[in-house]
């Protein structure tokens, strides 16, 4: 039972362009919502996270959207650059298992030049 | 400052045998979880260690074990290995809050 779900699977954007990456969840216990990037072979790096008594965040190229009432968040790439192409990950944990994340199944990201 | 770290970085197992992972947290930092994550999926949450005690485990069959070391290091070890097992196996550390860090995993492959 997939508890965070992600869509797209996959996304081609041109550079320049803007990729949006969509996530929805249906436990409200979750308080914690971080997206993370990984490059084939490698860790996933943190990107940028929020908490649910912020509807937005941004961290230079990068935004956080979310939406409790409706249990989406999001994540969107401002002008795309070919570095970028990655697969992302959207996740969420709670107070009481702080150290258990619960992942999306992951967007793939293509920027063309 | 160095990050996660993890080894070995790739391993070779067959089937039925035993496999132990090791992974070095952030300095400073108390927590280590241990996920998987098979080839075009998510990871997966196995277990947590917080100051040496299991704070958590995943949907995992007893052949996943773990422990906590006092310099807050870790290890995952795996029994009677079976295909399915082959996948990244990612440990991330955090002083204590939601914020975690990956290490850049160990990749095992059973055959």
């Known amino acids: 039972q997939q508890q965070v779900k992600q869509s797209p699977q996959s996304l081609i954007v041109q550079k320049g362009g803007i990729s949006i990456i969509n996530c929805a969840y249906e436990?409200?216990?979750?308080?914690?919502f971080p997206w993370y990037q990984q490059f084939p072979g490698k860790g996933p790096a943190l990107l940028i996270a929020i908490r649910p008594d912020v509807s937005e965040k941004k961290e230079g190229r990068f935004t956080i959207s979310f939406n409790k009432s409706a249990k989406q968040f999001s994540l969107h790439i401002m002008d795309s650059q070919p570095g970028d192409s990655a697969t992302y990950f959207c996740a969420a944990s709670k107070t009481d298992s702080w150290g258990k994340l619960q992942f999306g199944a992951g967007t793939q990201v293509v920027v063309t030049p | 400052d160095a990050g996660v770290t993890q080894s070995p970085t790739h391993l070779i197992k067959t089937r039925g045998q035993q496999v132990t992972l090791r992974c070095s947290p952030i300095s400073g930092h108390k927590s280590v979880s241990w996920y998987q994550q098979v080839l075009g999926q998510g990871p997966q949450f196995i277990f947590q260690?917080?100051?040496?005690?299991?704070?958590g485990r995943g949907n995992f069959p007893d052949r996943f074990s773990a422990r906590q070391f006092p310099n807050y290091s870790s290890e995952l070890n795996v029994n009677a290995l079976l295909l399915g097992d082959s996948a990244l196996y990612l440990c991330?550390?955090?002083?204590?809050?939601?914020?975690?860090?990956f290490g850049p995993g160990t990749r095992l492959t059973v055959l």
């Open positions: 991330a550390s955090s002083s204590g809050g939601y914020t975690q860090y």
């Open positions: 436990n409200t216990a979750f308080d914690y």
């Open positions: 260690y917080y100051e040496k005690e299991e704070r």
